[in-house]
DNA sequence: CTAGTGCACTGGTCGGACCAGTAGGCTCAG
DNA sequence: CTGAGCCTACTGGTCCGACCAGTGCACTAG
């Protein structure tokens, strides 16, 4: 039986095909953030498809975060600029159906955060050593609420100083899903005050560390104020998981 | 002006209302994969909605990778388990729309890979240890096909050794990507029967080093046989940013 | 020249219709 | 009685036409 090797046909929705056109046209980059679709009922004449077989298509492509489309716009369907949402989404659709538990999570971070520092301690500029040690002022002089945000301001300088995007993004969407999990937890540790003098300090370490060119340091130091941090938080079995990555 | 302080109104759309509901329960547990949604037409019903409405919702769900449809099908869309086909297509596109480059692609693997290792070789099973050399084997005897099968296999078993499927995840789909990028390059290397055998007695010395516990080594090897193996395919200039995770 | 008002469009939703496909019951020949 | 084949009652995929609330712009009235 030499004959021709057939392929499994896979009927594919008209739907799709559009997804697939207009997804196309973006990554390809012949569309770009701010630029306009056509109308739905234009589309629906330029695809030869009924408008709910578009609008289908556009569920899909608004779901990955690259189309907004807003009820009234004279313009059609708006091309976004990237953003991490359909990343966050699915990986924080993947935290709860994977039932990924807080030590897992605090591990990825512990993991990418050490190794932004490790980066960053070798091609920072001194503008983001700058960034990172503003950042740090305000943590030491912000209020509660303030505090939260001069960390992720912190953690961010790092991320982008490690020249690497996805590190920066992954960085950005694990810390967020890990920050949802503990925030009412973190709002009701009686030692609160002590946990921010303390992460403060290890911030400043690794701030020290990265002007010294010192990687390997910086990310020792950086994990372990990551451990120092949320340890509390995590069930005292799943601990000793975390402090493996403290050598 | 000491009125109440209203928030701002988010209009919500029908079809956004059906899938909040919809993937909370997949969520929730309280429809597990394998389990069949009502027909659209039931949903309709249950929903007070039209079909229109609910069949948008289920392309945005269809598009997280939790449900699926067939034509014809006399149950409703049935829930799928988790598979990391979203979080694949998202940072596809992530790496497409935000032009990451083969170098931090490698340099994010590198990132995770050596954890991985570092990890493994604390808390590896014989078990695992077992499937790791096997895969080895494997490459060893494989043609030139099955070579890369066998390497995902092989960092696939580290990946779950690690115990941490945040990591495994990542890492299965950061790898695709990369593999993709470069299929055709590497399959057109000149000295690639070299590159195999380099690549074959590097993971052996991964595996010695796992089994000797030795995390830092590992890590290190693991790093150094990545460099490697995918250096040839990064621009130059890149080059010294993955060599800064070599120390 | 400006403030206000329509108007012509947009997307969101609805209802109905048809088609191709499937699964399972039913019939009928053996 | 048993088995193979058909038939029917569904399914999802697609299309069409309609209505509504919202938007931006041009036009008008002051």
Redesign the interface.
């Known amino acids: 039986m030499g004959g021709p090797r057939f392929e499994p046909v896979r009927t594919v929705r008209a739907?799709e095909r559009v997804v697939e056109q207009v997804?196309e046209a973006?990554?390809s980059g012949s569309l770009s953030p701010g630029e306009r679709l056509a109308s739905e009922r234009e589309l629906m004449v330029q695809f030869s498809v009924s408008r709910?077989t578009v609008?289908?298509a556009l569920?899909?492509l608004?779901?990955?975060?690259?189309v907004r489309s807003r009820p009234g716009d004279p313009n059609g369907a708006e091309v976004l600029p990237?953003t991490?949402a359909?990343?966050h989404?699915?990986?924080t659709?993947?935290?709860?159906?994977?039932e990924?538990s807080l030590a897992?999570?605090v591990?990825?971070r512990m993991?990418?955060d050490s190794?932004a520092v490790?980066?960053a301690a070798?091609?920072r500029t001194e503008e983001q050593l700058a960034e990172m040690s503003q950042a740090v002022a305000r943590m030491r002089e912000a209020d509660e609420a303030g505090f939260g945000a001069a960390d992720v301001a912190f953690h961010d300088a790092i991320a982008r100083a490690s020249?690497?995007?996805?590190?920066q993004?992954?960085t950005d969407v694990?810390r967020s899903i890990v920050v949802k999990l503990i925030a009412e937890k973190i709002a009701a540790a009686p030692d609160r005050r002590a946990l921010m003098e303390q992460s403060i300090r290890h911030h400043e370490e690794v701030i020290a560390a990265v002007r010294a060119g010192d990687?390997?340091l910086a990310a020792r130091l950086s994990r372990k104020a990551m451990y120092d941090y949320y340890a509390a938080y995590v069930p005292v079995a799943e601990r000793a998981?975390l402090r493996?990555?403290l050598?």
Chains 1, 2 share one sequence.
């Open positions: 739907y997804e973006i990554e709910s609008r289908e569920r899909v608004q779901a990955r975060g690259l990237f991490p359909a990343l989404k699915s990986m659709t993947l935290a709860r159906v994977a990924l897992e999570l591990q990825f993991v990418l190794s490790l980066l070798r091609l020249g690497n995007k996805l590190i993004v992954c694990v990687g390997p998981a493996a990555l050598e």
